[in-house]
């Protein structure tokens, strides 16, 4: 039997997946978004730009934010920064 999945808000910030967005240039001053964390359960947290309403009447078919989720957006440079950090299984 499947069940869906669950957010465990009790988890902590393990370590930092790919480089801090100072490291790639992507931020100046106090701000550190967009960033890539892995959780102490094996989850993964990711902080970007909440586009949610942006994108709400033009996502493909299938697919959906449902209510307690949020699209959020992070740079392609972001993402392939953590590529060396994701194992493959």
């Not at 102490?40 to 909440?50: K, L, Q, R, S």
């Not at 078919?61 to 392609?76: N, Q």
Request: aromatic content about 4%; hydrophobic content about 35%; proline content about 8%.
């Amino acid at each position: 039997m499947n069940t869906k999945w669950e957010p465990d808000p009790s988890a902590s910030f393990l370590r930092r997946i790919g480089k801090s967005s100072h490291e790639l240039g992507q931020t100046s001053g106090n701000s550190s978004c967009p960033d890539i964390w892995e959780l102490d359960n094996g989850d993964v947290a990711v902080i970007g730009a909440d586009l949610t309403t942006s994108y709400q009447g033009r996502l493909p078919e299938g697919v959906s934010v449902d209510p307690g989720e949020r699209l959020v957006i992070i740079p392609r440079k972001t993402i392939l920064a953590a590529k060396a950090d994701i194992p493959d299984a």
